[in-house]
């Protein structure tokens, strides 16, 4: 569970630093815009004619581009030309435009193969847009997503124009998107102009605008009735429902960034005024070799050394144990190719030891014995379900808690857990408050990462302040440590030194558990011999590695040790919603 909220802190700590420039990429083809500029000229006919400008920048192959302009149902396209350009290379014009109807509008392609990392492709469209504006008896109105929202990434510069014949007196605009947008509204020079930087595919841009009804003086798309008043009175409820809706968001951001402030700083202050509980081993690097063999068994042996629940190499040391006292026996069973081995009981009570060893004596085998091929066939919740309910047992026995007490345990998890909970709330409510209000991302951005830091230090003097063992736990621990080293520098000196065979079929349980079976087992080899191993009844390497595979594909599906890797804006109405394109 910790490793999992370690993780999504992680998770959110990157998702924090790249919320400025989220976006989606169709496909397999990588590319980002970076420029959109759209140009609009006003006819009398109450027609427009557009000039799109969209550079992309590709970081993948491609084959060429798309752009969707959406219609209404009496609008149509008209006089299509597009134009490319490579890099900072000559314009070529487009030789065949590929149109196509859609319910919605029309599709253009330009197929133009990108094969170069980091190559620019500047697409040009220039075509008109029919019954564009409307003419009512007090106003013209043109109402135009002008930037579509259904583009397949982020725009990062965008310039939206709306250009008239000449002056215009009494002109006025209103744009719909994003809060951060800028709207220069020029009656003069009979211009508006509307820019942004880093706009969502989805967002889009929607300029409304009305104007006196003798710039489109030819236009034929003509209603009878008045409509100046209604305009501007429906622009005022958007514009306050827009502001209510930016100081509610505000109010919102500003909570969620004094939230994430209040639990980032307790979560440090936590970590920093943690007192020094429980007592701490010497480090491995200045512990001597060890000879002597653990008090604590194979099992509790790594679990002291590790501070986990014991894993599938604990429970085949476990086995190698009951074989030396005679309880079991394990012998080759060859069938096919492969070889496996069967663990037989010689002591009958030994099937009823644990559960674990009941359902693979019972339930796997026959009663009597059971085989490693039969386990691998086993494979199941139940024998996953088995062997955690048996770590969790040896990991709560009362040989562990004599060296690492649970209430030192309980304590360790319940501060780490207050930590890492803070810490994860004040990360959740930093992000949040981003999409409240983007303008706050970078403030937001360094001071969480002021915390973050920060508070991975207090971790830190946490985890240093709360020891795991007790005083007789520190001995043993360094005890294991020492004899664990001992056995990973097995090649350097003579093992004959250090007892006969006997004693080394006392070392080979904790071998296994610490994963350094193969290395011993080869060292024994190399200076006993292949003769003496058998006769001392060792059990060769591949027993070993066949009974750990085969018992943790047994247990793979049931067993949470496996899983968790213990092993090994609003609208005005309009046209050209749902316009954009994307790369292919």
């Not at 109010?251 to 402030?261: D, N, R, T």
């Amino acid at each position: 569970m910790k490793h999992k909220l370690y993780r999504l802190i992680s998770l959110i700590g990157v998702l924090i630093f790249c919320l400025a420039s989220a976006q989606k990429v169709k496909a397999e083809v990588s590319y980002n815009i970076k420029d959109n500029e759209v140009t609009s000229k006003v006819n009398s006919d109450g027609s427009i004619s557009l000039k799109r400008k969209i550079v992309y920048e590709f970081h993948s192959n491609a084959n060429g581009v798309f752009y969707r302009q959406n219609l209404n149902q009496n609008q149509k396209i008209k006089h299509l030309k597009v134009t490319t350009q490579t890099n900072d290379g000559p314009v070529n014009k487009y030789p065949q435009p590929e149109v196509s109807k859609t319910d919605k509008g029309y599709l253009f392609t330009v197929r133009q193969s990108v094969s170069q990392k980091n190559e620019r492709l500047t697409v040009t469209y220039f075509y008109r847009i029919t019954n564009a504006i409307t003419n009512y008896r007090d106003v013209a109105e043109l109402n135009f997503m002008i930037i579509g929202n259904g583009w397949n990434t982020k725009l990062e510069n965008v310039k939206a124009s709306i250009i008239f014949p000449g002056p215009v007196k009494d002109l006025q605009a209103w744009s719909h998107g994003p809060l951060e947008n800028v709207t220069k509204v020029d009656p003069e020079k009979g211009r508006i102009v509307v820019t942004a930087k880093n706009l969502a595919g989805s967002t889009g841009i929607r300029i409304r605008t009305i104007f006196p009804t003798s710039v489109t003086a030819k236009n034929k798309s003509v209603e009878k009735v008045n409509r100046r008043q209604a305009i501007i009175k429906q622009e005022q409820k958007l514009a306050n429902e827009n502001k209510q809706k930016e100081n509610r968001n505000l109010f919102i951001s500003i909570g969620l960034i004094l939230v994430s402030l209040v639990t980032g700083i307790f979560a440090i202050i936590k970590g920093f005024s943690a007192k020094k509980v429980g007592f701490k081993p010497a480090k491995i690097r200045n512990l001597a070799h060890g000879y002597e063999i653990p008090t604590a068994d194979p099992v509790i042996a790594q679990i002291i050394d590790t501070t986990k629940r014991p894993n599938s190499k604990a429970f085949t040391a476990y086995l190698l144990e009951l074989a030396k006292q005679k309880r079991i026996k394990i012998e080759e069973d060859q069938k096919g190719l492969k070889a496996h081995y069967r663990i037989s009981a010689i002591d009958q009570k030994v099937c009823d030891e644990n559960d674990l060893l009941k359902f693979l004596f019972y339930h796997v085998g026959d009663g009597e014995s059971f085989t490693t091929k039969q386990i691998k066939k086993a494979r199941g919740k139940k024998l996953g379900r088995q062997f955690d309910a048996w770590a969790e047992g040896q990991f709560c026995s009362s040989a562990k808690n004599r060296y690492m007490p649970n209430d030192l345990l309980d304590q360790n998890k319940k501060s780490n857990r207050t930590i890492v909970a803070a810490r994860l709330v004040s990360l959740l409510a930093a992000a949040i408050s981003v999409f409240f209000v983007r303008r706050f991302f970078w403030m937001v951005l360094i001071g969480e990462a002021l915390i973050f830091i920060i508070s991975w230090f207090s971790m830190f003097k946490n985890k240093r302040q709360t020891n795991l063992y007790s005083e007789e736990g520190v001995v043993e621990a360094e005890k294991v440590r020492s004899f664990k080293k001992m056995l990973k520098d097995i090649g350097r000196f003579d093992v004959k030194d250090i007892g006969d065979l006997t004693i080394w079929e006392d070392i080979l349980p904790y071998a296994v558990s610490f994963g350094l079976a193969k290395k011993v087992l080869q060292k024994l080899k190399l200076e006993f011999g292949q003769e003496d191993l058998a006769k001392n009844n060792f059990y060769d390497y591949s027993f070993i590695t066949n009974f750990n595979s085969c018992f943790i594909k047994g247990i793979a599906a049931g067993s949470t040790s496996v899983r968790n890797g213990g092993f090994g804006s609003n609208s005005s109405g309009g046209f050209g919603g749902g316009s954009g394109g994307g790369a292919f």
